[in-house]
């Protein structure tokens, strides 16, 4: 069974602090990716990876940075937090397959930041 | 990736068939037709996808015209699990790539 796990439901951090949000998977997947969802602004993108140390800015990478040592997981980080981070982030991953190229998310985490 | 149109909210009897459309009249000849559902609180699930030709798995069906401007996802007898916000999306299969979620239709399931 496909699995992605987010480390955290229910996060909540300070101002300035920095924040790890790590994402594993089991299903030997080459991308992943982490977006964020926002009430009426849907999923954004934040960032993406093809391979193993390997990133690719999505389109809305400022404040955070990613990072991606094993093909398994998949962390966003959150240089200095600051109140507009405050979201729910969502990580997804999805193998190569040209005719199926299928996106499996984890549960979420939901932080806020005070 | 085509533009998607789906209306805001439906109702549906639970164990009715409920029938979500979606309009993309702009999609491309190599642009599949993807469908997710987000039930509250959870992240996304995959439900089916399709290019041209109707598709059922064991979760849905999906029924795409034959100008493959618009589609629609069937789930055969709705159960109030099924209480979630369900999205259309059209993109290429290419390797990878982000996935464009609009503001999808939000169904619920009413005993």
């Known amino acids: 069974d496909v699995k992605v796990t987010q480390s955290s439901r229910y996060l909540v951090k300070r101002t300035g602090e920095k924040v790890f949000l790590e994402c594993v998977q089991d299903m030997d997947h080459e991308n992943m990716f982490w977006y964020r969802q926002d009430p009426g602004l849907g999923l954004r993108l934040i960032y993406f990876?093809?391979?193993?140390?390997?990133?690719e800015k999505g389109d809305i990478p400022e404040g955070y940075s990613v990072s991606r040592e094993k093909k398994e997981r998949f962390s966003l980080i959150l240089e200095s937090a600051s109140t507009n981070q405050t979201s729910m982030y969502l990580c997804a991953s999805s193998a190569n397959r040209v005719a199926k190229n299928i996106q499996y998310f984890g549960a979420g985490t939901r932080l806020s930041v005070l | 990736d085509a533009k998607t149109t789906q209306p805001t909210s439906m109702d549906c009897a639970e164990g009715r068939a409920a029938n979500l459309p979606c309009n993309h009249s702009t999609i491309s000849g190599n642009e599949y037709v993807y469908w997710y559902r987000q039930i509250h609180s959870q992240g996304p699930q995959y439900i089916i996808h399709?290019?041209?030709n109707n598709e059922t798995n064991e979760m849905a069906s999906l029924i795409i015209t034959e100008d493959r401007k618009s589609s629609t996802l069937i789930l055969p007898h709705a159960t109030l699990r099924d209480t979630a916000v369900y999205y259309c999306?059209?993109?290429?299969?290419?390797?990878?790539?982000?996935?464009?979620f609009g503001q999808g239709t939000e169904l619920s399931v009413k005993p």
């Open positions: 399709g290019l041209k």
């Open positions: 999306i059209v993109r290429e299969n290419n390797q990878g790539g982000k996935l464009i």
């Open positions: 990876s093809y391979d193993v140390k390997m990133k």
